[in-house]
């Protein structure tokens, strides 16, 4: 058997585990993802990855369905948050490019809340794809092989940064109605942009407990900062005796409560933003002050 044959043969019976080896030795790294059209049961999924590969080969991997895991501290949960039908990959050196969109079921409605309540919270967060699929190579022996490949990108920090802005009472509607309106400004330091439909969130005090909600409408959060209109309904009364009285500030907690999108309330988006209390301090004397003066 000639050298060249002998070097094909090694190559031909060790293929499965050099194959295995470059996937294994491959990463994946997510550039952006957006979370669309929520509904209890299903979202729409756009991810856009590079797949980082330092093996000479270039291999085709054939499409595969793969599960989607939470990683907490190198742990997966204990089931996929969803399914997602994966296309044909070409692996290139060093680097190939890749795009996901599709529309896909909620596997674990428990890992997708303990995953959302994560992006919300935490700086950055991890996610695992896991499958089983052919990989060809030229005219070597097609071989199966299993992907599993965790990913750690940027996530929203709890909300740090969260501020309102231009906030106007409406001194003189004391009704019910909503008496207060202004912007919300939301920082998104990650990757993702969520739809999240209509939120609301309750306004508290330390000292009168809850003092109204506020909802900001279609809130959609995208990379960067972002800065959403607001409504809200205040109780006045309780607003006043929760100021102080020197310094005409007032500290206020904000608490999600609902997220509603096509009139369905989203669970896992609530439970998140119930679990990131916000605080914050407004100078109630100067909003007031504006209020009435038309600034």
Request: charged share 15%.
């Amino acid at each position: 058997m000639s050298r060249k044959h002998q070097h094909f043969y090694r190559v031909y019976v060790a293929m499965p585990k050099i194959a295995q080896k470059g996937v294994d030795d491959s990463s994946l790294e997510v550039t952006e993802f957006k979370f669309l059209n929520p509904s209890s049961s299903a979202i729409t999924l756009y991810q856009s990855n590079i797949l980082h590969s330092p093996s000479m080969y270039t291999p085709t991997l054939d499409p595969f369905v793969a599960a989607s895991y939470l990683v907490t501290n190198g742990t997966f949960g204990s089931e996929p948050i969803i399914y997602i039908n994966m296309p044909s990959i070409h692996a290139l050196h060093p680097s190939s490019v890749q795009t996901v969109e599709q529309r896909v079921a909620i596997s674990s409605l428990e890992q997708l809340t303990e995953y959302a309540t994560q992006v919300i919270a935490k700086e950055y967060v991890s996610t695992a794809l896991t499958g089983s699929t052919i990989l060809h190579e030229g005219k070597l022996p097609s071989t199966r092989i299993r992907y599993n490949t965790t990913s750690t990108y940027r996530a929203l920090n709890g909300l740090n940064g969260f501020n309102v802005t231009n906030v106007r009472i409406n001194v003189t509607n004391t009704d019910g109605s909503p008496n207060m309106k202004g912007y919300a400004y939301i920082p998104n330091p990650s990757i993702m942009t969520i739809e999240m439909g209509n939120v609301t969130m309750t306004l508290s005090t330390d000292k009168a407990g809850v003092i109204g909600t506020s909802t900001i409408p279609n809130m959609t959060l995208k990379p960067g900062n972002n800065t959403l209109p607001m409504t809200g309904t205040l109780n006045q009364t309780l607003v006043l005796s929760s100021t102080d009285t020197k310094t005409g500030v007032m500290v206020m907690k904000i608490t999600g409560k609902d997220c509603i999108y096509n009139g369905e309330h989203l669970t896992y988006y609530e439970k998140a933003l119930s679990q990131n209390v916000l605080s914050l301090s407004l100078n109630v004397q100067q909003i007031i002050k504006d209020s009435l003066t038309g600034a």
